[in-house]
């Protein structure tokens, strides 16, 4: 009997054996958890279709909500092209293990992935949002995702489901008020301002202040019931608000005197001024102008616009405190409101046939100067303001014989005799008495009718540079305004009034230095002794010299002009901006045309110029360097030849050990760094390129490494060249992976 349970025991297990040693050969691997009720060799035909492989089509027979998103069109699986939605299994692989994941994210997981591809790309204040503050159970509306995530128990992981209205995730704050299309007023970058939102679309669009005004100010709260969320712009009332008149919104301040229509005084811009014109108020009777046109409204009807002003005349609104009323009651006989009251028009107006015409300096005088008190005081008061009045700049005069003064008023055909009687002669007598020969009554001083032509009649005409000069500055000035020097004057020679700008250096030459040999009296600078007397002597001017002004080498402040230098070498006046380093043959690089250098030949240096190279400015290779306290200057030479003198190894010296065979040239040309063009990995390396990694990129092998903590290098030498070292094996989980090495 114990035998026979031995052998049950031991055929059952040959059986067992021989089962799983069939499910081996005929299942890849375990399915991923997801997939784990589908085991067993029953369930294959549940994704793989008999003799034909997977089917998509069996995928999307349990996958239920994801078959209606694709056949839409919508979302990430339905925009994928054709081909990619029939193969399923490029991107869920499976029969890997119960642990692997079916979903495959890009490098950074589902933080990285591009939302765009969905549909829906995520933009402003979307874009920064962790993946899980939209894609969450509580969030997810459609029906069928949430019976089928929800019967896997995967409501937590899944993307499926949302919607797409603002309110599935926010709160309408309006309350249905505007509608549901929040992009209408909001973007995506900030709700609030609603950048979105113009208000000249309403039947009230907002001109002048009303554009400055904000929000509640108008929108004020519709209710004072708390509401989700605590909002405070939900309290707000946005339609049906009344503004048909401006009472709606404003107050009246002139309590309906001025009636109801606003716009006929004031505009949007601003309540103050009102736009009631100067043209307004003409068809009053009285129209403003002057100095009524700059008074406020309320200075002749008070603050609130209530009191009327009767009749037109001065005296209705003035007092007559000037005249008390002696001069009658027809101000505008002498005054008009175009200009200030003191501005009399009496003077042009009568005055000129009066017994004295006012001409120039005369027709500036203030009235009181002259007539003190043209009421009371007659002309007793006008003879003694004669000592207060000032013509032009002279300074003021006194009436010595007020008798005269008088008289000279009514003998207008007498000029010499009235600026003498009241006016004191600065001349002395000296120029004779007829003042009008240089003085007119614009102004005394200057004296403008003795002309440059009056005084060609003297001993000597004034012509050039002479005709502007002041007579002050050769006749000189005396206390009062006098003229100190008349005649006689000396003239003959150039020096009796100048001096010599050139301290006698001129002297040696056969004119004795005379003046009118290199300046004329049109103006001393600049002279004529030209380039071509120039080239004369030793030094000719040839080149940007030609254009250099004279005062740039023959300078003021000096002891004398050195006309005869000792040398004429580059040195002697420019600075050497290389400090020596060229040597002082200045002609083998430039020439007096230009600084900028004409004639270097770079190739006889000992680095010649070819490829990227020739196309750098100096500058690149040849920088400033600091010789002193804040000083600099260009580093010309010695300069290092080879490549990492100027340029950062970017290999970080994994090729030094072949330094002493080959340099950068054994890859590299000067034309462009990248590609290497001389690189030959057959012939260079121990790994000759063949079949498929002839195609493959550089970067697919040799990839970026840290060599220290901020510090990446390409890898290029010590590469393993095993094949598992770059490739994955794909034969990870087959069978033979746990047979013995004869495959047993």
């Avoid at 009062?480 to 301290?503: I, K």
């Avoid at 000719?540 to 004279?550: K, M, N, Q, S, Y």
């Avoid at 290779?621 to 490549?643: D, F, K, N, Q, S």
Wanted: proline fraction near 5%; include cysteine; charge should be positive.
């Amino acid at each position: 009997m114990r035998d026979t349970i031995r052998t049950v025991v031991v055929a059952i297990g040959l059986a067992l054996a021989s089962a799983s040693a069939a499910r081996a050969q005929l299942s890849p691997g375990p399915l991923a958890r997801p997939h784990a009720h589908l085991e067993g060799m029953r369930n294959c035909t549940h994704c793989h279709e008999v003799g034909q492989g997977l089917s998509a089509n069996l995928c999307l027979r349990c996958h239920e909500p994801l078959r209606t998103r694709i056949e839409a069109g919508k979302g990430f699986h339905g925009r994928l092209p054709a081909a990619e939605r029939a193969r399923c299994e490029r991107c869920h692989h499976e029969h890997v293990g119960r642990d692997f994941a079916l979903v495959r994210w890009p490098a950074g997981g589902p933080e990285s992935f591009d939302h765009r591809k969905t549909g829906w790309a995520l933009e402003g204040a979307h874009r920064p949002l962790a993946c899980n503050k939209c894609h969450n159970a509580e969030r997810i509306e459609d029906a069928k995702v949430r019976a089928f995530k929800g019967k896997a128990g995967a409501l937590a992981r899944t993307y499926l489901g949302l919607d797409r209205a603002c309110a599935s995730c926010h709160e309408d704050v309006h309350r249905g008020e505007l509608g549901d299309d929040c992009a209408r007023c909001h973007d995506q970058k900030r709700f609030r301002p609603a950048r979105g939102f113009d208000h000249a679309r309403t039947d009230f669009p907002l001109r002048g202040k009303h554009a400055d005004v904000e929000c509640r100010a108008c929108h004020l709260p519709a209710d004072a019931r708390p509401q989700p969320g605590g909002s405070e712009v939900a309290l707000m009332r946005w339609r049906d608000l009344p503004h048909s008149r401006c009472t709606d919104c404003h107050e009246d301040r002139h309590a309906g005197r001025m009636g109801s229509d606003c716009t006929r005084c004031h505009d949007e811009r601003a309540f103050k001024p009102a736009r009631y014109t100067v043209a307004e108020h003409a068809k009053t009777g009285f129209a403003l102008r002057g100095k009524h046109a700059e008074l406020g409204c309320a200075d002749c009807h008070g603050e609130r616009l209530d009191r009327s002003v009767q009749g037109a005349a001065c005296a209705s609104c003035h007092e007559d405190r000037a005249h008390g009323g002696s001069l009658g009651s027809d101000c505008a006989a002498c005054h008009d409101d175009r200009r200030p009251w003191k501005d009399s028009r009496f003077v042009r107006a009568r005055h000129a046939p009066d017994r004295f015409p006012l001409t120039g300096a005369h027709r500036q005088a203030a009235c009181n100067l002259c007539h003190l008190d043209l009421v009371r005081g007659g002309e007793a008061e006008a003879v003694r303001a004669h000592p207060k009045l000032a013509h032009g700049k002279a300074p003021a005069f006194s009436v010595k014989r007020p008798a005269r003064a008088i008289a000279a008023h009514t003998r207008a055909s007498e000029p010499p005799a009235q600026c003498a009687a009241c006016h004191r002669d600065r001349h002395e007598g000296r120029l004779g008495s007829d003042c009008a020969r240089c003085h007119d009554t614009a102004t005394w001083a200057p004296a403008k009718r003795f002309t440059v032509a009056d005084h060609r009649r003297t001993r000597y005409a004034l012509e050039g540079a002479h005709r502007r000069v002041a007579c002050t500055k050769c006749h000189g000035k005396a206390e009062g305004g006098r003229l100190e020097r008349v005649a006689p004057l000396a003239f003959a020679r150039c020096l009796d009034c100048h001096e010599d700008a050139h301290h006698g250096e001129l002297r040696h030459r056969s004119d004795r230095g005379e003046c009118a040999a290199c300046h004329t009296v049109q103006h001393f600078r600049p002279s004529t002794f030209d380039r071509a007397a120039h080239d004369q002597l030793a030094f000719r001017l040839t080149g940007a010299h030609a254009t250099v002004a004279c005062d740039r080498c023959h300078r003021e402040g000096r002891e004398r002009l050195t006309l005869r230098p000792a040398s004429a070498h580059c040195g002697d006046c420019h600075s050497d901006p290389h400090a020596g380093q060229l040597g002082m043959r200045c002609t083998r690089c430039h020439d007096d045309r230009d600084w900028k250098p004409r004639g270097f030949d770079h190739a006889r240096t000992r680095f010649p110029l070819r490829g990227r190279h020739a196309q750098l400015t100096c500058a690149k290779c040849h920088r400033a360097v600091a010789v002193g306290a804040g000083r600099r200057r260009v580093h010309y030479r010695p300069l290092e030849t080879r490549c990492t003198g100027c340029h950062r190894d970017p290999h970080l010296g994994q090729f030094v050990a072949a330094a002493p065979r080959r340099d950068c040239t054994a890859c590299h040309d000067e034309h462009r760094f990248r590609p290497a063009v001389r690189f030959d990995h057959a012939r260079m390396t121990n790994f000759p390129l063949d079949g498929a990694h002839a195609k493959a990129r550089c970067e697919g092998c040799h990839d970026r490494i840290e060599i220290a903590p901020g510090t990446t290098v390409v890898r290029y030498r010590a590469t393993p060249h095993t094949c598992a070292a770059c490739h994955a094996d794909a034969h990870r989980a087959a069978p033979w992976r746990r047979r013995g090495r004869n495959g047993r």
